[in-house]
T-cell receptor
Framework: GQQLNQSPQSMFIQEGEDVSMNCTSS?????WLWYKQDPGEGPVLLIA?????ELTSNGRLTAQFGITRKDSFLNISASIPSDVGIYFC????????????FGKGTKLSVKP | GAVVSQHPSWVICKSGTSVKIECRSL??????MFWYRQFPKQSLMLMAT?????????EQGVEKDKFLINHASLTLSTLTVTSAHPEDSSFYIC?????????FGDGTRLSIL
């Protein structure tokens, strides 16, 4: 079946550092999404990407939909303690409604 | 916008009890609602997809008689875990959409004693 390979699995960084994580797939995706999940809560949508090559920002977050439609990255600039959490990439493939699958997540820890 | 409310947020009950979880889209009409299960330190696993007024479509390996899904309106879907046992303990999360993307509720932590 479809799979998303998300890396890194975890990151330990100092406050103020920039962060980069990515997802790749062997299949083409129609849409890429990036979610953040805090402990005991549901995922919150950060950025949605709908076109190949699209680069979108949301505050200190920037994400890009790869030109091949098989990858996406998420960058966080100048990290702060509240950025701690698990970040999931997710992608839609298939028809108009499509099927959504998730990467395994990147756990981000930020040292003040 | 796109707020999804899930209730209850935490349930502890005895083995054999049936538990109902509600998922509501508060500010939009959700054509489709989804139910996920998440084990500790793992990603979300889709259990079933439901469209309003239709029978839910269950993923392979998910028992439809165990996990009853009702999607009676465009703003409400319910998941009932019937005769729950300790192995059903998990974090259950719903999501709702009008196409793309999906918006998630805050999850329900289910603990079966």
């Amino acid at each position: 079946g479809q799979q998303l390979n998300q890396s890194p699995q975890s990151m330990f960084i100092q406050e103020g550092e920039d962060v980069s994580m990515n997802c790749t797939s062997s299949s083409i995706f129609n849409t890429w999404l990036w979610y953040k999940q805090d402990p005991g809560e549901g995922p919150v949508l950060l950025i949605a990407l709908y076109k190949a090559g699209e680069l979108t920002s949301n505050g200190r977050l920037t994400a890009q939909f790869g030109i091949t439609r098989k990858d996406s990255f998420l960058n966080i600039s100048a990290s702060i303690p509240s950025d701690v959490g698990i970040y999931f990439c997710a992608g839609y493939y298939g028809g108009s409604q499509g099927n959504l699958i998730f990467g395994k997540g990147t756990k981000l820890s930020v040292k003040p | 916008g796109a707020v999804v409310s899930q209730h209850p947020s935490w349930v502890i009950c005895k083995s054999g009890t049936s538990v109902k979880i509600e998922c509501r889209s508060l500010d939009f009409q959700a054509t489709t609602m989804f139910w996920y299960r998440q084990f500790p330190k793992q990603s979300l696993m889709l259990m079933a997809t439901s469209n309003e007024g239709s029978k839910a479509t269950y993923e392979q390996g998910v028992e439809k008689d165990k996990f009853l899904i009702n999607h009676a309106s465009l703003t409400l879907s319910t998941l009932t875990v019937t005769s729950a046992h300790p192995e059903d303990s998990s974090f259950y999360i719903c999501s709702a959409s009008q196409g793309q993307p999906q918006h998630f509720g805050d999850g329900t932590r289910l603990s079966i004693l």
